[in-house]
């Protein structure tokens, strides 16, 4: 949620500020602005747009092509609306009454009000409805006080703030100087050659165009950042921290559509690729041709991982329907129980957690608010935290005791596609390796197992061939106000992300049921004006879904059906048909999520939306 940039050094900022927030605009926003200085300024410039980036940057653009002024230093934002509706006065930057300060903020300061009365009291005045005008205005309160001392005042501020935030400040009286801090919401600082400038993101993805060196701040960490000089981190108590510089791996071309209309459908059929990737070095093929599974993630932690008897999934969204695969494919192999949470849920309950548990955290971005909170509460109570997550450095990776990249490449469309199937395909790999571990599982399922698993990449790409198929398949679905997916099994989960695909890019509602609950309630919507897909590839529950085909036929709903290819029996009952290879149960979600995939995007196309960018929504939930 939300993006923030900054730049300090040589260079005009404007142009590394707008481009790198249309890096950011898969974050979700509503608004945005950038404020700018330079030597020789009396004052800060403030710039701010209501909608696209592309507003915000015609502004920028008719403005500075008359000044002629150097302006080297900046600090960027596009905000999701929490306190104040969308408009530009509610826009970051926001200014200090002084004019002497100029702050972006992701988060929400929980104490505003508070703050805002006391603050009201020393006579600050107030503009906008937001929290971050308050935080400004704080800040400026003990800069003011302080002699002006702007790392100090960032300190002592933030010493009085409850809730979440990354900020970065910026001076007017000292251009080439940014402060930036963080609790509970992500920050990165890239680090030029020879300290001759610096770049700050939210994520990684608008510095790696400039440089591989970054900085990530860790919580309650404040960021010192003058151009020509080292970074100097403190603690919020201002006692010195280590400056601890990473490489970031970042492919700049993942950023680009391809030649493809959107991102969503550009990671579609990024994903056999994206799954030999996940799977290269950790599925190896010995010379004898047998199989075996190599994690690092199990070489320091394998003695409490094999002995666990309780695994605690949690996660948020599409991560936490990938969680539901993971229970399965963890209790049919291994033996172990399993229980899959909502971290939101997790973390205000009073889980029980034992000191053997072990708890998994999904999620893509590494970021989720909620997971993160409640991976720190089961840290507390020690358990060992295994994290399966995309971006490299986020802050769920860095709280892990151990855990598995899932290595797809990032993610731009806000609906998740490659990250589900790489994180199923993660899981499936830790299952396997923990049952091989353990002896729950035989050598000759083992190999078969894994045999199969690295042919899903070339059974993906014949799914992924029938696009137009389904395609023109959507058309007859654009009319739907309503939908429901059934699967059952390990397409139960399936169907849960099929509903939700469709619901958060083609704004259709949509439920996902298991199969046999039809009965229980949702068979009273069934009528010849809904949609119904079915999930029925071959499985011992087969003729049961059949069964439950049939009851929606006969109160003449319209069936979709994904089968097994050569699959006769459901044709005759279903309006269409959608097939994929077979493959062993444990792995059918790999291909029975791709039609889901598709056709929610293709629904969404004809509908005119904005796949990418869909409302309301948010790639990375950083905040409550």
Request: charged share 20%; with cysteine; net charge negative.
């Amino acid at each position: 949620m939300c993006g923030i940039v900054g730049y300090v050094g040589h260079k005009e900022a404007a142009p590394i500020l707008l481009k790198g927030l249309h890096q950011l605009e898969y974050r979700g926003y509503d608004s945005a602005g950038v404020a700018l200085t330079g030597e020789g300024l009396s004052s800060i410039s403030v710039f701010k747009a209501k909608g696209k980036v592309a507003n915000l940057e015609e502004k920028v653009n008719a403005a500075l092509g008359k000044s002629g002024q150097m302006l080297t230093t900046g600090i960027g934002h596009t905000r999701w609306a929490t306190h104040g509706e969308p408009s530009e006065v509610n826009a970051h930057p926001h200014l200090s009454m002084s004019g002497d300060l100029a702050l972006v903020h992701n988060g929400i300061i929980e104490n505003y009000q508070l703050l805002k009365e006391q603050l009201s009291g020393h006579g600050y005045e107030f503009k906008s409805e937001t929290d971050t005008e308050v935080l400004v205005q704080l800040i400026d309160y003990f800069y003011q006080k302080n002699g002006k001392n702007l790392a100090k005042a960032v300190s002592q501020a933030l010493n009085k703030v409850i809730g979440a935030y990354a900020i970065v400040v910026m001076e007017r009286n000292d251009p080439g100087h940014l402060v930036a801090a963080r609790k509970a919401s992500p920050l990165v600082i890239g680090i030029g050659e020879e300290n001759s400038e610096f770049f700050i993101g939210s994520d990684a993805s608008p510095l790696v165009e400039y440089t591989h060196k970054v900085v990530y701040l860790e919580d309650e960490q404040i960021a010192d950042i003058r151009m020509g000089e080292d970074v100097e981190i403190m603690n919020l108590d201002e006692t010195s921290a280590d400056l601890n510089i990473k490489d970031v791996d970042f492919d700049i071309s993942a950023l680009s559509k391809g030649g493809y209309p959107h991102f969503m459908l550009k990671e579609i059929f990024e994903q056999p690729h994206c799954i030999k990737n996940s799977m290269r070095g950790r599925i190896i093929q010995h010379e004898n041709g047998l199989y075996e599974i190599k994690l690092s993630a199990l070489t320091n932690f394998k003695a409490k991982l094999i002995r666990a008897r309780h695994v605690i999934i949690v996660a948020c969204g599409t991560s936490w329907h990938a969680g539901l695969i993971g229970k399965q494919l963890i209790e049919e192999m291994c033996r172990i129980s399993v229980d899959v949470e909502y971290a939101s849920e997790f973390r205000y309950r009073k889980p029980v957690i034992d000191k053997d548990d072990v708890v998994i955290a999904i999620s893509q971005s590494g970021e989720t608010a909620d997971t993160l909170a409640a991976i720190q509460l089961a840290k507390e109570q020690g358990a060992l935290i295994f994290g399966i997550v995309n971006s490299v450095g986020s802050s769920i990776a860095r709280e892990s005791d151990t855990g598995i990249y899932i290595h797809v490449g990032p993610e731009i469309g806000v609906a998740s596609t490659k990250a589900f199937t790489g994180q199923v395909t993660v899981l499936t790999m830790l299952s396997l390796a923990i049952a091989n571990a353990i002896g729950s599982m035989g050598e000759e399922e083992f190999q078969r197992t894994c045999e199969e698993l690295v042919r899903i990449p070339q059974k993906m790409e014949k799914v992924l061939g029938q696009n137009e198929t389904i395609e023109r398949m959507s058309n007859k679905f654009t009319y739907a106000k309503n939908f429901l997916y059934l699967g059952r099994g390990y397409n139960y989960p399936v169907a849960l992300e099929g509903a939700l695909k469709l619901k958060e890019i083609s704004y259709i509602h949509a439920e996902g049921y298991p199969a046999a609950e039809m009965k229980h309630g949702p068979i009273a919507l069934v009528d010849e004006e809904m949609p119904i897909v079915c999930i029925a590839t071959h499985h011992h529950l087969y003729h049961k879904i059949i069964s439950n085909m049939q009851e929606v036929k006969s109160r003449k709903g319209r069936i979709l059906a994904i089968v097994t290819e050569g699959d006769e029996e459901v044709k005759a009952i279903a309006e269409d048909v959608i097939e994929v290879p077979a493959t062993q149960n444990c792995l059918v979600p790999l291909l029975s999520v791709l039609p889901m995939q598709m056709l929610a995007y293709h629904v969404a196309v004809k509908k005119g939306l904005n796949v990418d960018m869909p409302r309301n929504l948010a790639k990375s939930v950083t905040v409550e």
